[in-house]
């Protein structure tokens, strides 16, 4: 206790020995702990009490280990960029999709394939889907095509609308895929941007945003010519998305001079008075005229 009366409490942790000398009992310091760590005191105590100390883990035996970091930093993301929300109201299917999203960014699959994967990482016990089943995912699917126009809507309105896309310009391509089965109606001969000939093929059409961030995917039959594409995401930016001020941005073999001239009878037209413009390659002459407008 000082002079102002507070106590003061010194602790010091010592290695002693108690010996007799003579009649006499005399204890002998043989080390000072006190600026030791908490558990090399605790070690040392036990060791000195006949315990016998093993190396932290020597003791367990790993008998399964899943990957978790990948899944664990994907579904963060996911959430953080509002994916549950984008995809719907909480359900079984919404759960469902969710993992199959995580799914094919850590590694691409088939469904099926996919599925199976869920057991060798902390995907199913995480995203609580272990027990899914082949006829789950299916219906999983089936429930996100029904939901595809109102998420389209709400990435367009969050990516096209003219807040967060000042430049009101939006990018359109197509791409192909090759396939070996016989049983889809849109698998036809076509142009293979694979190299793959003599293939049924299927054609994509993805509208971007100017960061090239996907707002809406359309599926062709694979002998669609690129121009008959461009035409369909003209009306599905149009009537579906709202939007009737934007430039369209695609390569020369997209807008043609026919999708121009359509362009132009959309915004000339009184009835549908659109601001539609264009942004393209210059095609071979005698076509040398500027594509945008």
Request: aromatic residues 6%; contains cysteine.
């Amino acid at each position: 206790m000082d002079k102002a009366g507070n106590v003061r409490r010194y602790e010091s942790v010592l290695v002693r020995r108690t010996y007799r000398d003579g009649k006499k009992v005399r204890h002998e310091t043989l080390a000072n702990l006190s600026k030791l760590p908490a558990d090399v005191i605790a070690a040392v105590e036990g060791t000195l009490k006949g315990q016998v100390l093993v190396p932290a883990g020597s003791e367990f035996t790993i008998t399964r280990s899943l990957p978790h970091g990948d899944v664990a930093a994907v579904a963060a993301m996911a959430r953080q960029l509002g994916f549950p929300a984008l995809l719907g109201p909480a359900c079984r299917s919404r759960d469902l999709v969710f993992a199959l999203i995580i799914s094919r960014v850590i590694q691409p699959a088939s469904k099926l394939s996919t599925l199976a994967s869920w057991a060798d990482s902390t995907v199913g016990v995480d995203l609580d889907v272990a027990t899914a089943s082949t006829d789950e995912i299916y219906a999983a699917m089936d429930w996100l095509a029904d939901r595809q126009d109102t998420i389209e809507k709400k990435l367009a309105a969050k990516h096209l609308g003219p807040q967060a896309n000042p430049s009101r310009m939006a990018l359109f391509d197509l791409t192909s895929a090759w396939m070996t089965g016989r049983c889809c109606e849109l698998a036809l001969r076509g142009y293979s941007r694979d190299g793959k000939k003599g293939l049924p093929q299927i054609e994509y059409g993805i509208l971007t945003d100017p960061a090239g961030r996907p707002v809406a995917v359309r599926v062709f039959a694979g002998n669609t010519a690129d121009p008959v594409a461009f035409t369909d995401i003209v009306e599905v930016v149009r009537t579906q998305f709202g939007l009737d001020r934007l430039v369209l941005v695609g390569d020369r073999g997209m807008i043609t001079s026919a999708r121009i001239d359509a362009i132009r009878e959309l915004n000339d037209n009184p009835d549908t008075a659109t601001g539609f413009g264009w942004l393209t390659a210059l095609r071979a002459p005698p076509d040398r005229r500027a594509g945008r407008r």
